[in-house]
């Protein structure tokens, strides 16, 4: 393996878990696969077809990546073609033509032509050492990006029980996992998760009152970051191009990404950020999948993103040359406010919706906690690697200089209009005296030994805003703890009873 390594693909190692997962391939598994966003994915379904010499099915939904994928493929020597809904049928025929001249082959192809009663009587009688789906959350109901056309692709294993498959994605939690698996109908499929640490990334949430603080964090981030690319994620169209026209005079080199723009506009966009024409996009999530650009140096979340899941997969656009880059997210209590709103009005089934809603409260709690943001999410992940502390993010180093930092005055006009009348948010800091402060400390103890215990990220039991809340309110029944912020019917069934014991020892 070693030597087809070397001399074929040029790469001296493979990185943490890819070995893993092709020679579980190679020993005829199904694998589900999570690997972060440029771990080299990519490797562990190319490598089988190269070293078996046979051809290896790619279902890919990004017709860009294809063709990027199929172009460097080419390059290293390696047969390889992509069939997708742009080309002629001439086009067409000449990626079969070049099939049929060699045993190895890497064949990409969309979803929707995996469906095709063509294709599936094709692949009836060939050799096929893989089939390989590649941003496998989208299979999962319970993902952050479902696809329709995703849940079909179970046909693969019902025509060609005998040929593996590679489930492989980013991320994802391990309900979507089992979800992801019982619609491809694995068999008893190998769990590989691997490197969710980024050690070169310095994570970083900051809590705002409102527009006036986002804009000024805004503006020293980007100051703070005069080389390599930066991203700015935006929860709405309207405040992306709002966002980008506001930056523009004080900012050079900026545009904006969202799903608004026709297709030629999103493709022209795309080049320039990609040939460094445009430095800083402002987008809304329609950006990203299959981007691959090393020097980002800069993500931020402007609005909080909807779960974990894309939080995370939109920081690791970030260093993925291996230097130090940093991701922040501004948070503010009306950010829920938002995703809530897309919830709602979202035509999901209920229990759909009910999954979003958990996982909006779960990067609530994150975005509200206080322990290591890089231990939490590896524990979100379960990651095969777990750490107590970072030493590169807010809660480990505050005072690193690479923190964004509140400049000491900003005078801009606003964004957005300001709100009438001032209201109180949950996420504002409560200020603690001695003993609210000890009971704060007995609390955050408990809830660290409760996520060992469950091996869960503390954010899931409960957020810092929380436990501060419950120090300074100290309930003394299970009704006034439901009427705790953050304490819902769930966790009040779960922890109830624990909170009550610690809070009445502490009286």
Request: hydrophobic share 35%.
């Amino acid at each position: 393996m070693e030597e087809t390594l070397k001399n074929i693909f040029r790469l001296n190692d493979f990185r943490k878990g890819q070995k893993e997962i092709i020679s579980d391939i190679l020993a005829q598994k199904d694998v589900l696969a999570v690997l972060p966003t440029g771990g080299g994915k990519s490797l562990c379904y190319q490598f089988p077809a190269v070293y078996l010499k046979q051809l290896v099915i790619v279902i890919s939904p990004l017709i860009a990546l294809m063709k990027d994928q199929v172009y460097a493929l080419q390059k290293l020597g390696i047969p390889s073609g992509c069939l997708h809904s742009g080309q002629t049928e001439e086009e067409k025929r000449a990626v079969f033509a070049q099939y049929r001249k060699s045993d190895t082959f890497v064949m990409y192809l969309s979803p929707e032509r995996a469906q095709k009663e063509g294709f599936h009587k094709w692949i009836q009688d060939k050799k096929i050492a893989l089939f390989a789906i590649d941003e496998a959350h989208c299979v999962s109901q319970w993902g952050h990006d479902f696809r329709e056309e995703y849940s079909q692709l179970s046909i693969l294993k019902k025509i060609r029980p005998d040929v593996p498959i590679l489930a492989l994605t980013a991320s994802a939690t391990p309900l979507v996992l089992e979800d992801i698996a019982k619609n491809l109908k694995l068999v008893d499929p190998e769990k590989r998760i691997h490197g969710f640490y980024r050690p070169n990334l310095y994570y970083q949430v900051e809590t705002c009152a409102g527009e006036d603080e986002k804009r000024a964090l805004l503006r020293e981030a980007l100051r703070k970051t005069p080389e390599g690319r930066i991203i700015i994620y935006s929860g709405t169209r309207r405040l992306t191009e709002r966002l980008a026209d506001v930056l523009q005079p004080e900012f050079k080199k900026i545009g904006f990404y969202h799903a608004g723009m026709s297709p030629e506009e999103r493709t022209k966009t795309q080049e320039l950020y990609q040939k460094s024409k445009l430095r800083i996009l402002v987008a809304t999530n329609a950006f990203g999948m299959g981007v691959d650009q090393a020097d980002v140096r800069l993500v931020v979340h402007y609005q909080m993103p909807a779960n974990i899941d894309s939080l995370y997969q939109e920081m690791g656009r970030a260093g993925r040359d291996g230097k130090d880059s940093t991701c922040l997210m501004l948070y503010a209590a009306k950010d829920k406010g938002l995703q809530s709103y897309f919830i709602i009005n979202s035509n999901a089934p209920s229990s759909i919706k009910r999954s979003r809603r958990a996982t909006l409260d779960a990067i609530v709690n994150y975005a509200e906690g206080g322990e290591c943001r890089h231990a939490e999410i590896l524990t979100y992940y379960k990651d095969s690697q777990r750490i107590e502390r970072c030493g590169h993010c807010d809660t480990c180093d505050p005072e690193s200089p690479r923190r964004i930092v509140m400049p000491v005055k900003e005078e801009t006009a606003p964004l957005v209009s300001k709100p009438k009348k001032k209201t109180g948010s949950s996420a504002t800091v409560l200020h603690l005296d001695h003993d609210q402060e000890e009971r704060f400390k007995t609390l955050k103890k408990w809830r660290k030994e409760k996520a060992q215990e469950l091996d869960l990220p503390a954010f899931v039991i409960f957020s810092d805003q929380t436990l501060r809340h419950l120090a300074v309110n100290n309930p003394k029944d299970l009704e006034q703890l439901r009427e705790t912020h953050g304490v819902g019917d769930a966790k009040l069934e779960k922890f109830g009873k624990d909170l009550l014991a610690i809070l009445w020892a502490q009286c």
